[in-house]
Nanobody, 117 residues
Framework: QVHLTESGGGLVQSGGSLRLSCAAS????????MAWYRQSPGMTRDLVAS???????TYADSVKGRFTVSRNSAKNTMDLQMSNLKPEDTAVYLC???????????WGLGTQVTVSS
């Protein structure tokens, strides 16, 4: 049984901040990499930020210096602190957690972030 739930999305003005959270109820699947993706209508689903089990992070060029990803592996949770938001950050943000042993990815349904100009 695997269930991922994102929260924290909403409407914010340009320059504002939001904090997204992903909580996973996962039995029998230790989580390796955790990641945030985002997707707008008619667009591809793109990686925003990832954090591996050792705490190493990667970020899309468009969010470097503005977003920070963190995780609590014991609780199977991941956060994305977003600052200085821009209208181009508007998208559905989706949580992904990966188990390398089984080569399986687990996805949440997403949370909407809308940034007004």
């Amino acid at each position: 049984q695997v269930h991922l739930t994102e929260s924290g999305g909403g409407l914010v003005q340009s320059g504002g901040s939001l904090r997204l959270s992903c909580a996973a109820s996962i039995s029998n699947y230790p989580i390796d990499t955790m990641a945030w993706y985002r997707q707008s209508p008619g667009m591809t689903r793109d990686l925003v930020a990832s954090i591996d089990k050792s705490g190493g992070t990667t970020y899309a060029d468009s969010v470097k210096g503005r977003f920070t990803v963190s995780r609590n592996s014991a609780k199977n949770t991941m956060d994305l602190q977003m600052s200085n938001l821009k209208p181009e950050d508007t998208a559905v943000y989706l949580c992904k957690m990966r188990n390398d042993w089984s080569d399986r990815d687990f996805w949440g349904l997403g949370t909407q972030v809308t940034v007004s100009s």
